[in-house]
């Protein structure tokens, strides 16, 4: 009788104990997690991509919450696309609120702004806003990080993979310190309009006041952001960035037992290479490629034996057939990839590389003549898609230290092979000027240029700041097209004669500025 009455009760217990193991199985991760927390690092100077120290800057270590800053990456190409704005709402879903600390800790089905997700993931690291963001643009997390891992392939990061959008352990999901430094430097060229965003002290929501976890922010008054990142089998790490006096470094520390022992070598790392940067313009070397367009062959940080090709990103299928029925248009045959018996060699425009959900959507979407609807919880093609489909403008100005392609002296030739530097200050043919231009004959000062308008009009600001006669003569800007991209000059006009104009190059390059004299 007793042993009939304790059947059922053993009988539930097996089957917890069953259920149990069963959940725990599916839950573990594929790949195990084992100790890398051992020091990493690099010094990379952003302006030429040379590397000025390195210690085991290739061995694999874990991202931890440094993986954050891809997942911005792409947030940013959403919004520079026009298909997010920073006002736009994004639903947390129960994933999004489940994840572990830190977190901001909204409910499942409350909303949170574009920018106040941002502000959470550089100030307090809010692994459950990460999840939103993914969600949001992906559909699912897993999606997403498969777009990470496609886009840090793009820009030359190769040993890095992504498996969630936080930084939260998994075993599989791993990097370099060299790759990071890659990020570093390609997230301030490539989205500079945002880039302030890793700047933050602070940020207020819902009553609270969340600090930013870099401690090293604002150092020798050059310190700028980007990401610290933490789990107990990477250690501390640290991914962040340093401009002062027209140089620019990027440094990556991984494998710290504490956030003070890291921050400590990131300072001494600071003062002992940021006057080893380089002064001036960014050169061809330092371009990371843009993710879905043509790759620079010279990048220097990624040292590849090979030309890199910067391949498209990953789209969904149903992001295809929403932005096609969203328009209204109706789907062409797909073009029939054909496969490679040759290098890929660069072309004016993205090559057909196989992926027929992007070809068929650049296909069969005309240019918008309004406003692209906000699509939540969807994925977008991004940056390659934009090459042929109006998405989004190019990228903004890069602050005060804009970048462009080496300025040679005077009379030098063009390099561009080899490995050498392409000069955009003598080449390239002029396709649209600015309407202030300067008249036939006249003497002109020219200072740079760079990959936007924004951008070279900060170096004529510059350049004006350090030169203060430089204010006497009228600056404008001319547009001009060479191998394919479309770049823009920055110069003075009105100096009467050679020597004058002579005499103002001088003056420039004693401040460390780059000059070329010419007449119109």
């Given at each position: 009788m007793i042993s009939l009455e304790k059947t059922p009760w053993r009988a539930r217990f097996f089957r917890a104990i069953a259920a149990f193991l069963?959940?725990?199985?599916?839950?573990?991760?594929?790949?195990?997690?084992?100790?890398?927390?051992?020091?990493?690092?690099?010094?990379?100077?952003?302006?030429?991509?040379?590397?000025?120290?390195?210690d085991q800057a290739d061995s694999r270590r874990y991202p931890a919450s440094v993986a954050k800053v891809m997942t911005l990456y792409l947030l940013f190409q959403e919004l520079q696309a026009g298909n997010l704005s920073l006002?736009?709402?994004?639903?947390?879903?129960?994933?999004?609120?489940?994840?572990?600390?830190?977190?901001?800790?909204?409910?499942?089905?409350?909303?949170?702004?574009?920018?106040?997700?941002?502000?959470?993931?550089?100030?307090?690291?809010?692994?459950?806003?990460?999840?939103?963001?993914?969600?949001?643009?992906?559909?699912?997390?897993?999606?997403?990080?498969?777009?990470?891992?496609?886009?840090?392939?793009?820009?030359?990061?190769?040993?890095?993979?992504?498996?969630n959008a936080s930084g939260l352990p998994d075993g599989g999901q791993v990097t370099?310190?060299?790759?990071?430094?890659?990020?570093?430097?390609?997230?301030y060229q490539h989205f500079s309009q945002y880039y302030n965003y890793f700047q933050t002290t602070s940020f207020k929501y819902g009553g609270k006041t969340y600090g930013n976890h870099n401690r090293v922010l604002g150092y020798m008054g050059a310190v700028d952001g980007i990401k610290t990142g933490y789990i107990n089998a990477a250690g501390s790490n640290l991914l962040t960035a340093a401009r002062k006096d027209n140089r620019h470094i990027v440094i990556v520390a991984?494998?710290?037992?504490?956030?003070?022992?890291?921050?400590?070598?990131?300072?001494?790392?600071?003062?002992?290479?940021?006057?080893?940067?380089r002064r001036g313009d960014y050169l061809q070397?330092?371009?990371?490629?843009?993710?879905?367009?043509?790759?620079?062959?010279?990048?220097?940080?990624?040292?590849?034996?090979?030309?890199?090709?910067?391949?498209?990103?990953?789209?969904?299928?149903?992001?295809?057939?929403?932005?096609?029925?969203?328009?209204?248009?109706?789907?062409?045959?797909?073009?029939?990839?054909?496969?490679?018996?040759?290098?890929?060699l660069p072309t004016p425009v993205p090559a057909d590389l196989g992926l027929a959900p992007a070809v068929q959507a650049a296909n069969v979407l005309a240019a918008p003549t309004q406003?692209?609807?906000?699509?939540?919880?969807?994925d977008v093609i991004g940056a390659w898609l934009s090459e042929t489909y109006n998405l989004g403008a190019p990228p903004a100005a890069l602050g005060h230290t804009a970048p462009s392609a080496p300025l040679l002296p005077p009379g030098e030739v063009e390099g561009g092979t080899g490995g050498q530097p392409v000069d955009l200050m003598h080449s390239g043919s002029v396709q649209t000027a600015a309407a202030t231009t300067a008249p036939p004959g006249a003497w002109i000062v020219q200072i740079g240029a760079g990959p936007s308008?924004?951008?070279?009009?900060?170096?004529?600001?510059?350049?004006?700041?350090?030169?203060?006669?430089?204010?006497?003569?009228?600056?404008?800007v001319e547009r001009f097209e060479k191998n394919g991209q479309i770049f823009y000059r920055a110069r003075f006009v009105g100096f009467g004669d050679r020597n004058a104009a002579a005499a103002m190059c001088d003056r420039l390059k004693g401040q460390d500025l780059a000059c070329l004299a010419m007449q119109g």
């Open positions: 069963v959940v725990l199985a599916i839950a573990t991760p594929v790949h195990a997690i084992e100790n890398l927390r051992k020091y990493a690092g690099i010094v990379v100077d952003a302006k030429s991509g040379k590397v000025l120290y390195e006002t736009t709402k994004m639903t947390v879903s129960k994933h999004a609120a489940a994840a572990v600390p830190t977190k901001l800790g909204l409910r499942a089905g409350s909303t949170i702004s574009v920018e106040d997700a941002i502000k959470s993931l550089v100030t307090l690291s809010a692994n459950d806003m990460a999840r939103v963001i993914a969600e949001h643009i992906s559909g699912t997390e897993s999606k997403f990080a498969e777009r990470m891992t496609a886009t840090a392939r793009a820009m030359g990061m190769r040993n890095t993979t992504y498996r370099t310190a060299r790759d990071q430094a890659i990020l570093g430097i390609a997230i991984f494998g710290f037992n504490s956030a003070a022992a890291r921050d400590e070598k990131v300072r001494q790392l600071v003062s002992s290479y940021l006057t080893k940067g070397t330092a371009m990371v490629p843009l993710p879905g367009r043509q790759g620079n062959t010279q990048f220097a940080l990624a040292a590849p034996r090979k030309p890199t090709l910067a391949m498209p990103t990953p789209m969904p299928d149903f992001r295809l057939a929403q932005l096609v029925a969203g328009n209204g248009a109706q789907p062409q045959q797909a073009p029939v990839a054909v496969a490679a018996t040759a290098p890929v406003a692209q609807p906000d699509y939540p919880s969807q308008e924004d951008s070279a009009r900060a170096m004529l600001s510059d350049a004006a700041g350090k030169v203060g006669s430089l204010g006497d003569f009228r600056s404008y």
